[in-house]
């Protein structure tokens, strides 16, 4: 039986299995959940006197969640009002910084969270096609590249108990023709597959009751099928994206804000500090390569470029070896850290909460080159397309790059 739900879609749309550009940087922490990028970012700039800043463009409202570059837009979400109920998609140009759209929506859920949080604190996501925006509220709006609304799904409707005492952030994920939510609290808990052209929910499974901020992780398999990793306090499961069905589950007590990383047939994710696992041929639950209870992530999420494995434990980077887990070097640095650093040409760019930028130059150790305030506070990781550096505060979007 169908529940009650908030539906708005345009019946026209055709069925098609699409994705998004190479070039885009369309995704929570990028390409394939791994903030690697190859392009000649600056290694620093100053906001006040704007050297090596393209533009800056006011947002409304506020948020914590990252821009994503499709095409030739950059998005990013807001909220705004008294109690953040007001919902905002917002579209800016990649070249000039000029708003091309802005659209509004009221939230149907929950938008209390904590004062340094925001009701826009989940990242969207775009198959090249669509856009996706998903809210603290449960609210999941579909819009095209234009701002046309497709649909909208009010998730929470069925589920009013469905959020925690400080807010929800994790971020939608698209696995084909599936957009994937994982909603985990102390209340109603559960992961939702939305046919993502109709904004039909095609599957519900039930989570753990117990607050986590980790967002849903998607990959293709060699029939063809996609596979969505949700990690929680509980362990790691994997379940078919169209079905829900469990495909496999490795059950250890895990972090509830990192999210997994898929590279190549390695799985690294937060339980017992950093865990490595194997996939095999067969998509049997995967066997444990190795376990390094030093490199626990607090907040940011796992980095892998080829052998070499990043993470941000507290305020200290560490490199390890990711085929072993043995620890190469760490480097300690200042202020607190909610944002995954990216890695671009053999340096680390590390936002602290507080707006202070540091870059590490990466290779056999580890060195602060490059250390600056932007003087406001960054709380989502920045998103790389070509050259350029994308990166937003509370109120301000940012372009990077040089002249």
């Given at each position: 039986m169908k529940s009650l739900q908030i539906i708005f879609a345009v019946v026209c749309l055709q069925f098609v299995n699409v994705s998004g550009n190479a070039a885009d940087w369309a995704d929570f922490r990028g390409p394939n959940g791994n903030p690697v990028h190859n392009g000649n970012l600056p290694l620093s700039w100053?906001?006040?006197?704007?050297?090596?800043?393209?533009?800056?463009?006011?947002?409304?409202?506020?948020?914590?969640?990252?821009?994503?570059?499709?095409?030739?837009?950059?998005?990013?979400?807001?909220?705004?009002?008294?109690?953040?109920?007001?919902?905002?998609?917002?579209a800016f140009d990649q070249q000039t910084g000029k708003q091309r759209w802005r659209r509004s929506f009221w939230a149907t859920g929950r938008t209390y969270t904590h004062p340094t949080s925001s009701n826009a604190a989940p990242t969207p996501v775009s198959d090249g096609e669509y856009i996706y925006a998903f809210y603290s509220s449960n609210d999941l709006v579909c819009l095209d590249l234009d701002g046309n609304l497709m649909w909208y799904r009010g998730l929470a409707h069925d589920y009013p108990k469905a959020g925690n005492d400080v807010g929800m952030a994790s971020s939608p994920a698209i696995a084909g023709d599936v957009v994937v939510v994982q909603i985990e609290n102390q209340g109603d808990s559960f992961a939702s597959g939305i046919d993502r052209l109709t904004g039909e929910e095609l599957w519900r499974v039930?989570?753990?009751?117990?607050?986590?901020?980790?967002?849903?992780?998607?990959?293709?398999?060699?029939?063809?099928?996609?596979?969505?990793?949700?990690?929680?306090?509980?362990?790691?499961?994997?379940?078919?994206?169209?079905?829900?069905?469990?495909?496999?589950?490795?059950?250890?007590?895990?972090?509830?804000?990192?999210?997994?990383?898929?590279?190549?047939?390695?799985?690294?994710?937060?339980?017992?500090?950093?865990?490595?696992?194997?996939?095999?041929?067969?998509?049997?639950?995967?066997?444990?390569?190795?376990?390094?209870?030093?490199?626990?992530?607090?907040?940011?999420?796992?980095?892998?470029?080829?052998?070499?494995?990043?993470?941000?434990?507290?305020?200290i980077i560490k490199s390890a070896d990711s085929n072993t887990g043995d620890l190469n070097w760490q480097v300690r640095l200042k202020g607190r850290f909610w944002a995954t650093p990216i890695l671009s040409n053999g340096h680390l760019y590390f936002f602290n909460q507080d707006g202070l930028v540091q870059v590490v130059k990466v290779g056999e150790t580890g060195e602060v080159v490059e250390e600056f305030e932007i003087g406001e506070p960054v709380l989502g990781t920045p998103a790389a397309v070509g050259n350029a550096l994308f990166f937003r505060s509370d109120k301000h979007l940012f372009k990077i790059s040089r002249p």
């Open positions: 100053d906001v006040q006197g704007k050297k090596n800043v393209a533009w800056k463009a006011s947002l409304p409202g506020r948020g914590v969640s990252s821009p994503i570059a499709v095409g030739n837009l950059v998005v990013v979400t807001s909220s705004a009002g008294a109690n953040q109920q007001k919902l905002y998609v917002v039930p989570r753990d009751p117990r607050a986590n901020w980790s967002s849903p992780v998607a990959y293709q398999i060699n029939d063809g099928s996609f596979t969505v990793l949700l990690q929680s306090p509980t362990g790691l499961n994997a379940v078919d994206a169209k079905t829900g069905n469990e495909r496999w589950t490795k059950e250890m007590s895990c972090g509830n804000i990192t999210s997994p990383l898929k590279v190549g047939q390695a799985i690294y994710f937060g339980a017992g500090g950093t865990t490595r696992l194997k996939l095999n041929s067969k998509g049997t639950t995967p066997e444990v390569v190795w376990n390094a209870n030093r490199l626990t992530a607090n907040a940011a999420s796992p980095i892998v470029d080829g052998e070499n494995l990043y993470i941000l434990s507290g305020s």
